[in-house]
């Protein structure tokens, strides 16, 4: 059975770091976009990253350039977030999600196979 699984999630105060990771089981990572969402409790869900099949692309939204960066090992079937400088507004349910289509979207509606989610929490 295919699936993603997140995991590094937690709670940190504000200005901390996390460093989430989605492994894939059952699939190869290697010829699928990868993006991380994010969804806070009464808000919609949330494209923050996304990384291309090779890693060389990468995509943010704007409120998390300079503090987030994705990466990818496809050897180890892995893509990563790490989060810096984490800020209260960060707080969410984070998702990873894999797409075929070979440009980074950031439209929710691409992405074809999802995780269970990490929950973050970044107290003030």
């Known amino acids: 059975q295919v699936q993603l699984v997140e995991s590094g999630g937690g709670l940190v105060q504000a200005g901390g770091s996390l460093r989430l990771s989605c492994a894939a089981s059952g699939r190869t990572f290697s010829n699928a976009v990868v993006g991380w969402f994010r969804q806070a409790p009464g808000k919609e869900r949330e494209f923050v990253a996304g990384?291309?099949?090779?890693?060389?692309?990468?995509r943010y939204v704007d409120s998390v350039k300079g503090r987030f960066t994705i990466s990818r090992d496809n050897a180890k079937n892995t893509v990563y977030l790490q989060m810096d400088s984490l800020k209260p507004e960060d707080t969410a349910v984070y998702y990873c999600a894999t797409a075929w289509n070979p440009v980074v979207m950031q439209s929710a509606r691409e992405y074809d196979l999802w995780g269970q989610g990490t929950q973050v929490t970044v107290s003030s």
């Open positions: 990384i291309s099949r090779s890693g060389g692309f990468t």
